[in-house]
């Protein structure tokens, strides 16, 4: 089924279920008034709001205007984000000199980031009106949970997969090599994140969602110019249940987690990239005399997933930057 | 004023106003149901908690049986923790050869930890049977926030700081090294943390709150030996307030976000440790033969906060250590 969110009356919106083609919804105080309620209670509520998804399917429900939507999940509790694509470490710290994370490849690298508020899909990314921030978008295909319990093998940990989406983790890339080398993660180098409007359980996607990996074709673009076009599953390195069961070695982790794998990044260069700092690190290691610059004030980025069919299965972000000026 | 929260229905529990004496309260459903809504809307809701607390204080409400409260705030957006008393970074950092990090005493440490679920004050600590995870508590003020705008001041964050509590902030020492190392932060290394029953807005603590630092005698038990009798006032870094402004330099925060402070240390090795690791690299630089062992199935933490007059401010932490086997 696919779940969005409208606003208010609270800053966690009203939760909505939509039809397959993303024209009509239903809102469903009397199952789950807000997404994470429902993530709260997922067992119990899920085939109710699989029920109003198969009424939808058959009609039911009223037009929507999916432009409305906010984040389907607009605070949550945890957010947890691997870097889970060795082409996109690589190449980034090749560029800059700097040394893998011992044992990157056998050993998941996470970070836990800020999920609270989460941004809408069309919301402005608002930044400090400061030079040398070196903004950046990341293109992440997230999944969400219900609880896990401590030490949830990954078998144990796929089954809490409940909803699957798009994340746009920006970035202020000036401060990753100062937080890296203070070993305590990224704090300043992390600001708010966006999530595409439509959120879809596992079984939506169908062949596209194989051993806790999704496939399809993620297209980011940056003032309508393609930066990539890439697959989330090709060349993933660790699967969202090895990552969850990672995460909850020593600790459950709570309904509503929201787990990244990093910005997306895939070994044939036809399929651009995910992100600008990798793309200017590849720039940078063929000798170019000029490096696509960081985003600026009034750039929109555009990022959206589409199935082998070609439909967009998650909705679209579609940010542009808007700097403030800010005290600190 | 004084708040708390009692068990159910949801898992965030249900708001208490309590009394100067914490013998008496109120709930408040018809002003905020959760300590979270209360957040969501501090400068609206918080005249009507104070008039309850007033009344309270009158002599209104009913008895208490404060053994009931969970978590104050049972599930928080966001969990940063400090690492602000240079006492605790640099005698365990010497004891094991390990480097401080770049500027320290210039630049806020900080790393985001897990926030939900909140353990309650005596809820054990529940720890996979493994050997060599390194147990300890650490001793933490936090103080609770509403929504902190980006970049914020010092001066601005400050207003932003509405409930001051204690937490502990529960740590497997074995991972620490390497997570450091690895840059990313602290995953492994820190599992869920417990909150003391009582929250307190900060005119509550009276002199004891200066400049966004709250001085008070901070008591540390391990079965009942006393590990360390603590002033968090007094070697403290930077403010509560400086570092939320860090936090908050490309950021705003979530309303309900809570922020702790490292395990408090003072310079005056009579005080004793807020931590067993301190402990243990006292021992080691000391040359001891054997050191205090990390906490073990059984052992019981005792933590609380006294004032001026002897008075303990936010009830107790008190929790015993339970091994679980996991899959993983």
Redo the contacts between chains.
Sequence with gaps: MKLASLPGP??DGRLIVIDRTVTRGLEVPHIAARLQ?AL?TWTDVAPRLEEAYADLNEGAGFPIDSSQFIAPLP????F?DG?AYSEHMSVIRQARGAKL??GYAEVP?????????MMGPRDPI???DKEG?DLDFEAELIVITDAVP?????R?AERHIRLIGLLNDVS?RA?VP???????????????NAMAPILVTPDELGAAWVNAKASGRYKCEVNGVRIGELDPGADLMFSYAELL????????L???TVLGAGAIANKDRANGCGCLAELRARQTLEGAAVLSPYLREGDRVTLAMYDAAGRSVFGTIDQTVVT?????
């Design positions: 609270g800053p309620d709260d605070r949550a509790y945890q947890l870097s994370p011992d690298v996470i970070y836990q980031g800020t999920g609270a508020p608002i930044v400090p921030l401590l030490g949830a093998s990954a144990q202020f401060f100062t937080e890296v080398a203070r070993g305590m993660g990224l704090i300043h180098s992390k600001p708010l069961a990672y995460a909850a070695r020593t600790r459950p709570a309904a509503g403030q000026p800010t005290l600190n």
